[in-house]
């Protein structure tokens, strides 16, 4: 996942001395530090009020782009609109600012192991769920599912990101997703593109995409997608140039698709006549419906960091430290318990696999002879398990709640 930007308050003036003297301590530590940066803990008030388990939303903002593919019968165009609902879902989960023009803060909330969000969006479309689950925390890794019964196409995949200190911080995504749409038995293999954060310096923190992620059809159709920056003198942020075209046949492309993923782009044919503009600002997104906090299961990613969030949103930075530290204290004891008992956390929702054969169809292979995307580790959605939580909450049994269950001390007994 994307590393969103943030700094001060921008309405609050008095802190940003102080702070920035913190942050460039912090930058100093990071660019010292030997390995992976998400294992750093970053100075309270750059903190987001989210956790990154929370960004497996940004699949399906859109859930009209995310059905449109189920509902085109012909094979190129399909692999287009797969494409379209792509570069959708690039916008705001990498801006540096909200919707209504607010920077954002830098440094989402590390996920604990576990940690899972639930949703749904409702539109003419049906209804479209998503589970998202923390599967791994050594290295961090976000496993996630989104699909519509409706229209007969799902999306599941992975996640494990990795940061390093090279001249800027730059954050590379191990794991892929897969697009399946039921009706005409495909599968659209994707890559996500890698992120460097621009202005350390200068205290105005924007994220960038950098270099080239895929998505590859079982139907014989490729998108690359190439991802620039602004440059010393020329250029724009945010830019992209995307070419479809047949396995094998990369030079002569369907269809170049070119602009910012920010704002606007066109659709061209391969012989440059232009089919569409599409203006990324007039996206309208579907609100998420997630359950109430009190009604959430206790690992629920709102509920578990509520104590955090209510701080950050308030400004309360020394109290988002302390519940933060509580949280992360607490995993650490849990950990040891579960080593001292031999015990394994049991994964709510995912399940490791050994292979992936769709994956190693499709995969697009690097000149080290390793996937693009692909990793080590392999987490599939369990069906069984699934039905069995769903099957238990139609029949009234809800897991314990625990007192101390919010900082993470204690197991879950049922698997409801």
Avoid at 395 to 404: A, L, Q, V, Y
Wanted: aromatic content about 10%.
């Amino acid at each position: 996942m994307s590393i969103p930007s943030a700094v001060a308050r921008c309405d609050d003036r008095r802190g940003e001395q102080p702070n920035k003297s913190a942050w460039l301590q912090f930058i100093k530590s990071i660019a010292t530090f030997k390995g992976d940066l998400t294992a750093l803990t970053a100075p309270p008030f750059l903190l987001a009020p989210q956790s990154i388990v929370e960004y497996s939303t940004y699949w399906a903002e859109h859930p009209s782009l995310f059905v449109s593919p189920a509902k085109e019968s012909c094979a190129d165009k399909r692999a287009l609109r797969v494409l379209q609902w792509f570069l959708s879902t690039l916008k705001h989960q990498h801006a540096g600012k909200d919707e209504n023009g607010k920077r954002k803060r830098m440094k989402p909330l590390n996920p604990f192991l576990g940690e899972i969000f639930l949703g749904k969006w409702q539109d003419h479309s049906g209804t479209t769920h998503l589970v998202s689950e923390q599967v791994s925390h050594h290295p961090p890794a976000t496993a996630f599912r989104v699909w519509n019964d409706t229209h007969g196409i799902k999306l599941e995949g992975h996640v494990a990101p990795k940061a390093y200190f090279s001249s800027t911080v730059n954050i590379d995504r191990k794991g892929y997703s897969i697009m399946h749409i039921d009706e005409y038995e495909e599968d659209h293999w994707i890559t996500m593109p890698k992120v460097h954060v621009e202005g350390l310096m200068t205290f105005q923190i924007a994220p960038e995409l950098s270099g080239v992620s895929y998505i590859r059809g079982s139907s014989g159709y490729t998108s690359r997608v190439h991802y620039s920056s602004k440059g010393w003198l020329r250029g724009k942020s945010n830019s992209f140039v995307a070419t479809l075209y047949l396995d094998h046949d990369e030079e002569n492309p369907l269809y170049v698709l070119e602009g910012q993923w920010s704002h606007a782009y066109t659709i061209r044919t391969g012989m440059g006549e232009l089919l569409e503009t599409i203006d990324l600002s007039s996206l309208q997104r579907t609100p998420l419906q997630v359950d109430p906090v009190g009604l959430q299961h206790p690992l629920e990613s709102r509920r578990a960091w509520k104590r955090v969030v209510d701080a950050i949103n308030s400004g309360d930075f020394f109290t988002a430290s302390q519940e933060k530290s509580k949280i992360e204290n607490a995993q650490r004891a849990l950990r040891k318990l579960e080593r001292d008992t031999g015990e394994t956390w049991r994964r709510r929702y995912f399940s490791q696999a050994c292979e992936d054969p769709v994956a190693e169809k499709l995969s697009i292979k690097s000149r080290a002879g390793e996937a693009d995307g692909h990793d080590r580790m392999i987490w599939k959605f369990d069906e069984k398990k699934f039905s069995k939580i769903v099957e238990a909450q139609r029949n009234g049994i809800k897991s314990p709640t625990h007192d101390r269950f919010e900082l993470g001390v204690e197991f879950v007994g049922v698997e409801t």
